[in-house]
Structures are given as C-alpha cells and as structure tokens.
C-alpha cells in the first residue's frame, strides 16, 4: 500500500463546478497534512494546511478524518485558473526534522 | 525576498559527467531539503539539512551528495551521472518542523544521455 494514496485524475469539469479530492494515507502516526498545488513544469505552491477540526479559505475546504486516516479537498465555483494538479501531503516528524510524504497528485482541468 | 531559488534551471549530461545543483534561500530557513520528481511520482526525497554543517539522507539519497556550510546554501552534487537520474530536482526550505510548510524552489530540469 503506498504511504499516500489519492484519487488517478484527470478531473475534468466545467467552470462554476463543485469538485472533491480524496486522499487516503497509511501512517497512523503522521501529524501534520497539506494540500499542495502544482502548475504545469512548475514547482509545488502550498495551498492549504489541513486541521482536525477542517478549515476553509475562500472557494477551498479542508477536512482531516484522523480515524479513517482520509483527507479531502472541496473546491467549490471552479475557475479557469483552478487547473493544476493538487498533491495531498502527509508529515511526520522524526524528532530533528520532518518527513513530508507526496501523494501523486490529482490533476483537474476547468473548462469553459 | 527572492524566496527559493536554484540554478541552472536546465542541463543536459553524458553519463559519467558530475555536476552540481545550487539551492540559495533568503528566509533565514534553518530547514533545507532536495526532492526529485519523476513523471506520474510523487515527490522522493534525496537529502535534507535541519542546519549549517548538520545533513541527512533521505529516501533516495544514492548517487548525490550535499552539503550545507551556511545556512543559506545547500548545493546537490551529482557524481558519475546515470540515465536514472534524469528527473526535475526541487530544493526546499522551512523554518518549522512542527507545521513543516515548505517553500520550494522553481526546479531544474535534468536530463542524463
């Protein structure tokens, strides 16, 4: 089972749409999760942290289920400019550092 | 702040060629670490720096060096370069490890023939 798993895109939907990531992860001990965005030949930007409680920035909601080790990223009134490919990742402090594992990425696409 | 940033951004190698790849940051990080990303993978890691003078390998740490003599700096060095190493290379930085919101820099592209 890979350490983070999430959902094989593509995501392909119109603008003005509501999407949902998922990501599943398979270290009980992981503490802290991000989502990341990632354009095209371009470096990985962080998007949103993810708290227990879920947490919301504007069009963008978080929600951690610590008991079903799952992660989710709603993306509600997609705009043209949502295209990207969306890395669910998980850290784990090891004491002197923390290990941040990747997921593969989703990768949505906003049509007109 | 210029943030995270690397050089060169491409580069073709021969097998065997070494080369280094330069990291700078500017936010006074005391936390820097190398990830490659190959296509359809997720990010692996390479080395990381919890400070000056102190490194660790990561996951995927063979056929690389690092080094970090400042706390601005930490270069990965390439020795004997192999076709498995073409990839893009990230350096990032963070100033927690608690939280851990790593700032990444713009990648460089390599490609071993």
């Known amino acids: 089972r890979k350490e983070v798993e999430q959902d094989p895109g593509p995501f392909n939907v119109p603008e003005g749409a509501t999407v949902a990531f998922n990501c599943t992860y398979s270290n009980s001990a992981s503490q802290s999760f991000f989502w990341y965005r990632q354009d095209c030949r371009k470096e990985p930007k962080l998007l949103m942290s993810?708290?227990?409680s879920g947490n919301e920035d504007g069009r963008f909601t978080a929600q951690l289920n610590r008991a079903s080790q799952y992660i989710s990223l709603l993306i509600r009134d997609s705009k043209l400019s949502d295209s990207a490919t969306y890395l669910c990742?998980?850290?784990?402090?090891?004491?002197?550092?923390?290990?941040?594992?990747f997921g593969t990425g989703t990768r949505l696409q906003v049509t007109l | 702040n210029a943030g995270v940033t690397q050089t060169p951004k491409f580069r073709i190698l021969k097998i065997g060629q070494s080369m280094t790849l330069q990291c700078t940051q500017d936010?006074?990080?005391?936390?820097m670490y190398w990830y490659r990303q190959d296509p359809g993978m997720g990010l692996k890691l390479i080395y990381y720096?919890?400070?000056?003078?102190?490194?660790d390998k990561g996951e995927v740490p063979n056929g690389y060096n690092v080094s970090r003599s400042t706390t601005e700096d930490f270069p990965l060095r390439l020795e004997l370069a192999a076709p498995s190493q073409t990839s893009v290379y990230f350096c990032a930085s963070s100033y927690t490890v608690r939280y851990n919101e790593q700032f990444f820099g713009p990648g460089t592209r390599l490609t071993v023939l």
């Open positions: 936010m006074n990080h005391n936390y």
């Open positions: 990742v998980v850290s784990l402090n090891t004491g002197t550092a923390s290990k941040l594992t």
């Open positions: 993810v708290y227990s």
């Open positions: 720096s919890v400070g000056a003078g102190i490194t």
